[in-house]
């Protein structure tokens, strides 16, 4: 499984470290840019899917860079600001940033709002989903309900994951595929059915279990949790 890729846009070179090592260790790719320059260059090189953007950098601002990028990549931007002035905030936002950081800031926080941009993007490998007792981490590249392994291919775990995110929603097989495969497909409602028994057996679905996995509709699913 992929892991997801970060550009670390920061100008302090402390700073930049010690953020490159934190993410490295919670299993994602990182690349550093120290200026706005370098940032140009690794986004065509490395194509990553989130940056982190310091707004304060020797070259330019980051808000307005941010401008730059949205018209590059879509990838999920989160400023990393020492202004928490509602006018700054707004402007980048306006800009087309995701979502802010305010100096100083805790890792575990700034390292939760990373997991919840790229599971909203789409990106399913990023870090674990709890929906108790069942959790799917994408690190590990395993399931565990109710304190048991479930043994699932890679598929399968995507497909979960994808579940148990959007939990109590009703999603199509297309949606479904976008977002646990990466791409479209015009068989997308065959595939999804396969996989969809696949997991009902495995989790137990049909015999009372924590989860229910109910179709609605032509080609719909709601996954939803049943026992409490």
């Not at 890729?5 to 990182?30: M, P, Q, S």
């Not at 194509?47 to 310091?54: R, S």
């Not at 495969?181 to 279990?209: C, F, I, M, Y």
Request: aromatic share 8%; hydrophobic share 45%; with cysteine.
């Amino acid at each position: 499984m992929r892991k997801a890729r970060l550009l670390l846009v920061e100008d302090e070179a402390d700073v930049l470290e010690i953020n490159r090592e934190y993410f490295k260790g919670k299993g994602y790719e990182t690349v550093c840019a120290p200026t706005l320059a370098a940032a140009r260059f690794a986004l065509e090189e490395h194509a990553p899917d989130l940056i982190l953007l310091d707004v304060m950098m020797p070259d330019g601002s980051g808000f307005d860079f941010c401008a730059e990028l949205r018209a590059k990549t879509n990838a999920p931007i989160i400023f990393l600001t020492c202004r928490n002035e509602n006018e700054s905030v707004v402007k980048g936002l306006l800009q087309g940033g995701d979502d802010y950081v305010t100096k100083p800031y805790d890792l575990n926080v700034l390292s939760a709002r990373v997991a919840a941009q790229l599971r909203r993007n789409g990106f399913l490998s990023a870090g674990v989903i709890e929906l108790p007792p069942l959790t799917v981490d994408f690190l590990a590249g395993m399931a565990v309900l109710d304190r048991e392994r479930i043994p699932l291919t890679l598929k399968e775990l995507q497909l979960l994951g994808c579940f148990a995110l959007f939990a109590g929603q009703r999603l199509g097989s297309e949606d479904i595929y976008r977002r646990a495969w990466g791409e479209q497909s015009p068989s997308a409602s065959g595939t999804v059915k396969a996989h969809v028994a696949n997991l009902r057996r495995k989790l137990r679905l049909d015999e009372g279990g924590w989860f229910e996995l109910a179709s609605a509709g032509k080609s719909e699913y709601i996954f939803s949790k049943v026992r409490y």
